[in-house]
């Protein structure tokens, strides 16, 4: 068939199980040669290329992918499922203790679940994850470092977005090497001093497999800063 009709009946389909679609439909398949396990039992395994790496995630990751009508928990409830669909009703119950949404505000123009419902997901969908892996590196004794990005831009916080998922890679790469950068990142910004800094972190990974041998000169004449 073209490939325009498989596209067709390929896009926008719920998993079994779920009233929509979800956000990413393709993930991993076994094909017992290549890809013989899925993705958590094989970091538990072991197996994996055993090389130093840096993980890590911003604090409101599910933001920018969470509708922002979210309005009750069943909606919350019903968006999660379209993304796990093999997720349970006693987990989601679960969920809704572990983020009530008394303990998050209400931003305009966004329903009163929005941040409860983008929390829940952030934290399955991305912080989680890391936070395993880097527990896989630490047992099996390769060098692992994790950060929280946690630099805020005002106008984000203001709109409810807060520390948007990937935007750190403003400063990793260089506001001016990345489309749509914050303008608090630009040249005399408000976080426009935490580019050299993180960028200091990378580079000293690369030349010398650890984060913190040549980071930035002022945190290595201060004894601060040091990346874990």
């Known amino acids: 068939l073209p490939a325009d009709d498989l596209q ?13 679609p979800a956000l990413y439909m393709y993930a991993p398949t076994l094909d017992n040669d290549f890809i013989k396990e899925y993705t958590y039992p094989a970091y538990a395994n072991g197996n994996f290329v055993q090389l130093p790496a840096i993980y890590g995630d911003t604090t409101n990751e599910g933001t920018v ?3 922002n009508s979210t309005n009750s928990y069943a909606e919350s409830d019903t968006f999660i499922k379209n993304q796990f669909p093999y997720i349970t009703t006693p987990q989601l119950r679960q969920i809704h203790a572990y983020y009530p ?23 399955i969908r991305y912080n989680c994850p890391g936070f395993f892996i880097n527990e896989v590196y630490a047992r099996l004794n390769i060098p692992a470092w994790n950060y929280h990005w946690d630099v805020q831009d005002p106008p984000a916080d203001a709109s409810g977005l807060g520390v948007t998922h990937t935007v750190e ?3 990793i790469w260089g506001p001016e090497y990345v489309n ?36 930035a000169a002022c945190l290595r004449r201060s004894g601060r800063g040091a990346l874990t």
Not at 8 to 20: K, L, M, R
Request: no cysteine; net charge positive.
């Open 8 to 20: 067709a009946v390929n896009f926008n389909t719920p998993f079994p199980g779920a009233q929509g």
């Open 169 to 171: 890679l403003n400063a």
């Open 180 to 215: 749509g950068a914050p303008k608090s990142y630009l040249k005399n910004g408000t976080n426009a001093a935490v580019v050299p800094i993180v960028q200091g972190y990378w580079t000293s990974f690369i030349r010398a497999k650890d984060p913190n041998t040549f980071r």
């Open 101 to 123: 949404v008394e303990d998050y505000p209400q931003f305009p123009d966004s329903g009163r679940f929005w941040r409860q419902a983008a929390t829940a997901y952030g934290e």
């Open 65 to 67: 992918f969470t509708p």
